[in-house]
């Protein structure tokens, strides 16, 4: 059982404010219920030990350069974007799009807060997902012939969308 004391503590302005202490048990020995014997430490030599400390630390060694370059400076980022703000033909079809893009991942996350409220749609909706991941991995990934099939289609849909095909 374990119990805790309170202590209770008063600063310069008379606010009290309670602490809670937790209460260590006064009994040291415990008392084992396992049928299985104790068995001694394992023993690594100290090569092993040597060897899995050198892989270690080689694994995590960091070398500091002191080139410029490597950090991205805020006012080349800044100028770069204003370059590249500047050189656009279209500036209302980008606003139009990025503002349209804001729009529907608003929507988006309405629609999904929504269908989530509904008591064991997405259980169902999970359960749709898994079996979808489960055809697709038998269709195209398991055998090799349907993996070369799937690159395939993948490649020509690739030229439709750039225009090479």
């Given amino acids: ?32 219920c396992s049928a299985l014997p104790n068995l001694p430490a394992r023993s690594f030599s100290t090569s092993i030990k040597q060897v899995s400390e050198s892989k270690r630390s080689s694994l995590f060694q960091i070398k500091a350069s002191e080139d410029a370059s490597s950090a991205p400076d805020a006012t080349e980022l800044f100028n770069d974007l204003k370059e590249k703000w500047d050189a656009l033909e279209n500036k209302s079809t980008v606003i139009i ?8 991942v608003w929507i988006s996350s309405i629609l999904i807060g929504a269908v989530n409220s509904v008591p064991l749609l997405p ?15 038998y269709r195209y990934l398991l055998f090799k012939s349907s993996r070369k099939e799937l690159a395939t289609d993948i490649e020509s849909i690739k030229k439709k969308i750039a225009g090479t095909e």
């Fill in 1 to 32: 059982m374990t119990t805790t004391a309170y202590a209770a503590a008063t600063s310069t302005s008379m606010a009290a404010t309670a602490v809670m202490l937790p209460r260590l048990p006064t009994v040291t020995t415990t008392a084992r």
């Fill in 97 to 104: 799009y990025g503002g349209g893009a804001v729009v529907a």
């Fill in 123 to 137: 259980k169902i909706l999970e359960l749709v997902g898994l079996g979808y991941t489960a055809w697709f991995v």
